[in-house]
């Protein structure tokens, strides 16, 4: 007996693609599922421009290469075949780019579509037949891709990080043990926070070393240390091994972490140290704006994660300029994740715009500090966070 292998990629492009073949691999799974084609198998293959134009050339005989491909199983003498063999959808990765910057999705998005296209080729759609069968295509095509993405999105759930500086803050006016962000810590987790983040600044001017020792041994959820890529706090991190790391830019004189880091301006330092940070198991998230080159570079030195800087949505003071950064923190999270990579966000988050985000269904986790800790002077730390949690699309 043959063994099930639904989807076969192969990707024969020059240099690594900017999608995940893994997520793609799935989509291809769920897709063949949605067609009531669940035993069925598919061969992807993804190509660049040069490789596409031979085969266009060679099979349709036309010149110049085309986004999408497909050869059933079943045509040119493969009748006898089982019925279960589907064929190959053949992909041009340079024509998606061109096509998905024309139309302002993102690449995973733009092959997506390619894929859903050559598959319902596949399984007999023809738009070249009539316009009745182009429209009938046209219909089935966004029909597939609507329940795809609303299927991925619905199964996710947001984790909420409390970060507890502000709790030292507090502590370091006076100068004395009191409030502790350690205990502090352990009430958010209580209250149902599922992650504790702590950021060991350079100057140290809330949270100390001892702070972080503490938290590795008492935090029960998830430690994501926040810090700059300074080799005294590398060597730190190294030591105490957090659950994750998050770099952020980190200047003395701000009042908290101004703008995102330039990832694509210092690619190498920052794959020197994710690679430190990888040998020693912390996955590295990078605090970055909303904005593609920072994602294409975060994707490229080999984040896990990023953050995004929610900070100018939150900052916002009209309605049209908040609903700006919202829209660019929802397609930066889009593209993030259909590159594969885990997305956090955070900064200025509160209770009156988190929602929004909460919402978005690319997001794991929102890091929030300021406005818990505001809002836990004024009615405890546990109902502050219970409060925050409540805001949050439930899994
Ligand atoms: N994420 C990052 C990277 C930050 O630097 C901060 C602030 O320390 C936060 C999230 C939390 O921001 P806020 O305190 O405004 O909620």
């Not at 139309?103 to 759609?125: E, S, Y």
């Not at 009191?178 to 950021?199: K, M, N, T, Y």
Request: aromatic share 2%.
């Amino acid at each position: 007996m043959r063994s099930h292998m639904p989807v076969l990629i192969t990707c024969q492009t020059a240099t690594p693609p900017a999608i995940s073949l893994q997520q793609l691999r799935q989509r291809a799974e769920r897709l063949l599922s949605l067609c009531g084609r669940a035993r069925g198998e598919l061969s992807i293959l993804l190509l660049n421009d040069p490789e596409m134009a031979e085969l266009n050339e060679q099979y349709r005989n036309k010149k110049g290469p085309t986004n999408v491909l497909a050869f059933a199983m079943q045509e040119g003498g493969g009748e006898h075949l089982p019925e279960e063999l589907l064929g190959d959808v053949i992909i041009s990765l340079d024509t998606a780019a061109r096509e998905a910057a024309t139309d302002g999705v993102t690449l995973h998005q733009r092959v997506t579509i390619l894929l859903i296209h050559g598959l319902l080729h596949l399984l007999g759609f023809d738009h070249e037949r009539s316009r009745g069968e182009a429209q009938a295509m046209a219909e089935r095509e966004k029909q597939l891709l609507s329940q795809l993405l609303t299927e991925e999105r619905r199964g996710k759930m947001v984790t909420l990080a409390i970060n507890v500086d502000h709790v030292a803050t507090l502590r370091q006016a006076r100068g004395i043990t009191e409030p502790d962000p350690v205990l502090a810590a352990s009430i958010c987790e209580l209250a149902g926070a599922q992650g504790i983040v702590v950021h060991l600044r350079e100057d140290r001017r809330h949270i100390q070393d001892r702070d972080v020792r503490l938290l590795r041994q008492t935090v029960k959820t998830k430690l994501n240390l926040e810090m700059g890529a300074t080799e005294e706090i590398i060597k730190i991190a190294l030591e105490i091994k957090p659950d994750m790391i998050t770099l952020v830019p980190e200047k003395r004189k701000e009042l908290t972490t101004e703008g995102g880091l330039n990832v694509a301006g210092q690619k190498k330092k920052l794959q020197e140290v994710i690679g430190r940070m990888r040998k020693a198991g912390i996955p590295v998230s990078l605090f970055i704006d909303p904005d593609t080159r920072q994602i294409n570079a975060a994707h490229e030195v080999g984040a896990t994660f990023v953050e995004i800087h929610t900070g100018r949505y939150c900052d916002a003071t009209t309605e049209a300029m908040r609903d700006k950064e919202f829209s660019l923190i929802a397609t930066a999270a889009e593209e993030a994740y259909e590159m594969g990579l885990r997305v956090n966000a955070g900064h200025g988050l509160n209770y009156l715009n988190t929602r929004r985000v909460a919402a978005l269904g690319t997001i794991e986790e929102l890091s929030i500090g300021h406005a818990v800790m505001a809002r836990a002077i004024l009615v405890g730390l546990d109902q502050a966070v219970r409060e925050m949690l409540a805001l949050l699309p439930a899994g």
